[in-house]
């Protein structure tokens, strides 16, 4: 089997998981400046096997797309001719960095090493990951 690749896109820093092989365990990658994602994407997939990205889909309460739908949108098209041979799912990624702060205090993290906005992408794309694999099984 081949690996899943999350993203947690933001429009300065993407957050970035991935699974193991075997599909089951999703683990922070690192976090990336979004300039650099495509790049950093392809330079991955050159060295492992991604048999599909997950992007996080953002809504509001309301279930309606979020203002940064419009850039992921805009990412999506440049991944798509970039790396068209990879599948792209979206996964709803609400409270996702809610989630991701709550982990960091959850696993002692002092405030300082809290307040690290990478950590929280990071964590954010794990935790979106860790949806769209519970939401296959």
Request: net charge neutral; aromatic share 6%.
């Amino acid at each position: 089997m081949a690996r899943i690749l999350a993203i947690d896109y933001g429009t300065k820093r993407t957050g970035i998981a991935v699974t193991d092989e075997m599909q089951i365990i999703a683990s922070g990658l690192t976090t990336i400046d979004t300039k650099e994602l495509l790049v950093f994407l392809k330079n991955y997939i050159s060295s492992e096997n991604v048999d599909k990205f997950v992007v996080g889909l953002p809504k509001q309460m309301d279930n309606t797309a979020s203002e940064s739908e419009v850039y992921i949108q805009e990412f999506l098209e440049k991944l798509a001719k970039s790396i068209p041979h990879i599948p792209v799912a979206r996964v709803d990624e609400r409270f996702t960095s809610k989630m991701a702060f709550q982990t960091m205090i959850d696993s002692g993290l002092k405030k300082k090493q809290r307040q690290n906005k990478a950590l929280v992408d990071e964590i954010s794309a794990t935790l979106i990951l860790q949806s769209y694999l519970a939401s296959q099984s």
